[in-house]
């Protein structure tokens, strides 16, 4: 397996807040309002794999935001994470509790906010966090 090199130092010129993460909301905006103009069709942003719809069919969280593109159905989000003795495509996460646990682990994860639309297929990812990487203190971070 291939084993990621650790940069800590990511330098997003994306929106990052606090601790790590990442809000992907000007991307889905921008997809959206092109969606809206005309410039991208629905089967390019409604093409969200089986596998993906299935979990948020069964164990998507609901949310109160009505699809932006079929305005049908209201959204559901999942989280994935990803990271060391985790399957490649990651690893399905059902509660909040089990995304704090990973966050309390010596090694790095990611974790991944997805929404998807159970209706016409829509997805889209929200955020992504990392987790995890507390050998140490905070403080000692520098030194690595
Ligand atoms: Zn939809």
């Known amino acids: 397996m291939a084993r990621k090199t ?9 929106a990052e807040n606090s601790v790590g993460e990442i809000d992907h909301r000007l991307t889905r ?9 005309g410039e ?3 089967d ?3 093409d969200a794999h089986p596998e993906l719809l299935r979990v948020a069919r ?3 969280r609901s949310t109160r935001v009505k699809c932006p ?3 049908n159905d ?3 989000t999942v989280s994935y994470v990803f990271g060391p003795r985790l399957p490649s495509h990651g690893r399905f996460i059902a509660t909040r509790a089990e995304v704090e646990e990973f966050d309390f682990r010596p090694e790095r994860f990611t974790a991944y906010l997805i929404e998807v639309c159970r209706s016409c297929s829509w997805h889209h990812l929200l955020k992504t966090r990392v987790l995890g990487g507390h050998r140490k ?3 000692s971070a520098a030194s690595q």
């Open 40 to 42: 991208v069709s629905r």
């Open 44 to 46: 390019t942003l409604c």
């Open 137 to 139: 203190s905070r403080k």
């Open 29 to 37: 905006r921008a997809l959206i309002n092109n969606f809206r103009r």
């Open 58 to 60: 069964n164990f998507g």
């Open 6 to 14: 650790e940069s800590t130092d990511t330098d997003e010129s994306h």
């Open 74 to 76: 209201q959204l559901v």
């Open 69 to 71: 593109i079929c305005v």
